[in-house]
């Protein structure tokens, strides 16, 4: 305006409205108020910008025109609809579009110059003209780039919202899927296992389908689960410095069965002790390494070999290398071999497996800030490692090894187990079992008040408390329990299908004794009543199935 010695002045952007229509939004205005109505309307304006959406203006020839519009008589001039009674006087005026390769973006006009205005100075005002265009590109761009980001916060907020909906629809699956699992395994169990009733050998081939069904179902269950959860970041690892000795006999220990089953030599090179020690989450560590394990020993030939190796050459990291003697993966498949549910045509064999194992446990690797790789040619077998950080030397005492084979044996003299559960079926199935120990006997409740009730009156060895009840739930009759003289000091042990890391842990932390998860292993659920009855269960602080 200085440069011109002009009066007024605005400078604005170009929009189209919804029908397509042109107007005026300013970026700057001259305060031309003229009474306290439009004072009021220019202060507010002022941030925003004010929007001029009338065609019949001088203002509005440029817009409809795209052209330079030059008046220097305004008042009778007959593109100019009129001023609005009070405003201040306009001499002349000065419309300039402002476009942006050929697109109309913007436009300045300037009035009241006392010479008037002429193309000459429009000529002049090139450079000035030039710059106020890249100024609407620069606000245009920043805007743009704005609301993209807005766009994208948006978008990750409904992704968040969508994966947490997804963890809870899943973990609710999980719950239901589980209530009626514990059933078809409980029962298919008692039927393999109960010696009064020994079963005919093609029955037993029946039941062992229906458990072998029902467990890779809920090995199917528990994958999902575990890697919807890894992948919406709600996995919590406890990462210390362990010795991975006894994770890795464990592992050997636990896999050797299969491997004899199928005619398959496992050996292990193990470190000594205090040798090789890295920085993990010891439960995560097993369970990646015995998928490995398993899958070396599930994709081999007769008579193969399965090698655990340990090796130190990369600085900092400790490599975990499983070799087999296996057919192989071929090249073009070896992209898909971490895609979920990518069984590379095992699906079609009869190797049990989801697919979901590798998935799982890279992310399982990352997120322990290591790496899972794997070399391997067709006909020649694979090698899968695990590289995981380094740390200092821990020791760490060898835990106690369970026996899955064989019903563990219950302690001497007669005992009482108090069950507290609302499910018919689960209570039935929990009958059977504790039928089947000689010198123990179950009593039951069907809520946790009766729960509360009866453990004072009867006095049990062990209580089982389911955690959804009607009523109190699990944890308040655990609470009641505690705060009672006669039953403070009773063993309560937690079975419920609510089978979540988190849930576990909370169960112990609210002070149960120990945490079964449904479907339930049936030695399991006994080797816990004997040891709650021998009073060592606390002390061994067993926390998973
Ligand atoms: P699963 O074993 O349950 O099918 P994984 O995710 O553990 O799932 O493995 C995915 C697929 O990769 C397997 O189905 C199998 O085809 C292939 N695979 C895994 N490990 C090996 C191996 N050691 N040798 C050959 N193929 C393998």
């Known amino acids: 305006m200085d440069l011109t010695e002009s009066e007024y002045g605005f400078i604005g952007e170009v929009l189209g409205d919804d029908e397509g229509a042109l107007y005026l939004r300013t970026f700057a205005i001259t305060d031309v108020s003229w009474n306290d109505e439009t004072r009021g309307l220019y202060e507010n304006r002022q ?3 004010m929007e001029f959406r009338n065609h019949d203006t001088l203002f509005g020839a440029v817009l409809k025109s795209g052209e330079p519009v030059i008046a220097n008589d305004p008042e009778r001039d007959p593109r100019r609809g009129g001023l609005p009674d009070g405003h201040p006087p306009l001499t002349a005026f000065l419309g300039v579009p402002l476009y942006l390769g050929d697109q109309l973006v913007g436009m300045f006009g300037i009035g009241n110059r006392a010479q008037g205005y002429d193309d000459e100075l429009l000529t002049a005002l090139e450079p000035v ?50 209530t009626p699992m514990n059933a078809v395994l409980g029962f298919a169990q008692l039927l393999q296992l109960n010696p009064q009733v020994p079963l005919h050998p093609r029955q037993a081939d029946s039941v062992e389908q229906i458990l072998k069904a029902g467990n890779h179902l809920l090995e199917l269950i528990n994958e999902i689960l575990d890697l919807s959860r890894i992948e919406a970041g709600r996995v919590k690892l406890d990462m210390e410095d362990i010795d991975p000795h006894e994770v890795l006999e464990d592992c050997v220990n636990y896999i050797s069965p299969l491997a004899k089953r199928r005619d398959i030599g496992l050996f292990s090179d193990i470190p000594p002790l205090g040798r090789a020690t890295i920085h993990t989450d010891r439960m995560r560590f097993r369970q990646v390494l015995l998928n490995l394990l398993s899958n070396a020993v599930k994709y081999n030939v007769e008579n193969g070999s399965v090698r655990l190796s340990v090796h130190q050459d990369v600085p900092g990291f400790v490599r975990f290398c499983v070799t087999d003697t296996g057919p192989g993966i071929a090249v073009d498949k070896q992209e898909e071999i971490f895609e979920p549910f990518s069984r ?7 190797i049990e497996g989801t697919g979901i194992g590798l998935t799982i446990s890279r992310k399982l690797t990352q997120l322990m800030e290591g790496q899972l790789g794997f070399e391997s040619q067709l ?11 380094g740390a200092a030397v821990e020791v760490v005492p060898v835990q106690e090894k369970r026996d899955h084979n064989h019903l563990p044996d219950f302690p001497k003299g007669m005992h009482t187990v108090l069950y507290v559960e609302d499910n018919p079926d689960n209570l039935c199935l929990m009958e059977e079992v504790i039928a089947m120990v000689d010198n123990a006997k179950l009593i039951s409740a069907h809520t946790g008040e009766l729960g509360v009730e009866m453990a004072q009156i009867h006095q049990p060895e062990v209580i089982l408390m389911d955690i959804n009840l009607p009523g109190i739930d699990g944890f308040e009759a655990l609470r009641r329990l505690r705060g009672l003289n006669e039953t403070s000091d009773i063993p309560i042990i937690a079975i419920s299908a609510d089978a979540m890391a988190e849930d576990i842990r909370r169960g112990l932390a609210e002070g149960f004794d120990a945490y079964l998860t449904k479907p339930i292993d049936l030695s399991q659920v006994i080797d816990h009543l004997s040891r709650a009855i021998e009073g060592t269960l606390r002390l061994d602080g067993d926390l998973k199935n």
């Open 47 to 49: 941030s925003e910008g």
């Open 129 to 178: 003209i030039t710059a106020s265009a890249r100024m609407i590109e620069a606000m245009q761009s920043r805007r743009a780039r704005q609301d993209a980001q807005i766009q994208l916060a948006e978008a990750k907020e409904q992704a968040e919202k969508a994966n947490m909906a997804k963890t809870e629809f899943l973990s609710s699956m999980s719950h239901e899927l589980r």
């Open 344 to 350: 590379l045509g095992a699906e079609t064999t009869d």
């Open 379 to 389: 006909g020649q077998g694979s090698k899968f490692w695990i590289d995981l950080p």
